[in-house]
Nanobody, 127 residues
């Protein structure tokens, strides 16, 4: 069992930045694919970004490209989501996810692909 704990959410004005962190409880995290999802009120959970275990490849939803950056520090068992140029439509609960599988194809963009989840952190962007 892997526990994931997010932090770094909050209230920010449009155009501002936030960095989310997700700390994992086990060293096996270093071999896991990691991702970020978000869920806005009344909407389905959606994929935001993902990163391979060794950071060689990152993936983003179109709305995040050029504004968000996913990264990881395996020595600290932590994955990050740097969010810049935030917009009100980025308001959501952001959750990190982990899975021991390697990312292949496109199925990782579905929340069903991921095994472990954090509890989520609220991000609110005011206009």
């Amino acid at each position: 069992q892997v526990q994931l704990v997010e932090s770094g959410g909050g209230l920010v004005q449009a155009g501002g930045s936030l960095r989310l962190s997700c700390a994992a409880s086990r060293r096996t995290f270093t071999t896991y694919s990691m991702g970020w999802f978000r869920q806005a009120p009344g909407k389905e959970r959606e994929f935001v970004a993902a990163i391979t275990w060794n950071s060689d490849t990152t993936y983003y939803t179109d709305s995040a490209k050029g504004r968000f950056t996913i990264s990881r520090d395996n020595a600290k068992n932590t994955v990050y989501l740097q969010m810049n140029s935030l917009k009100p439509e980025d308001t959501a609960v952001y959750s990190c996810a982990g899975d021991p599988q390697s990312i292949r194809g496109s199925t990782f963009s579905s929340s069903n692909w991921w095994t472990y989840w954090g509890q989520g952190t609220q991000v609110t962007v005011s206009s």
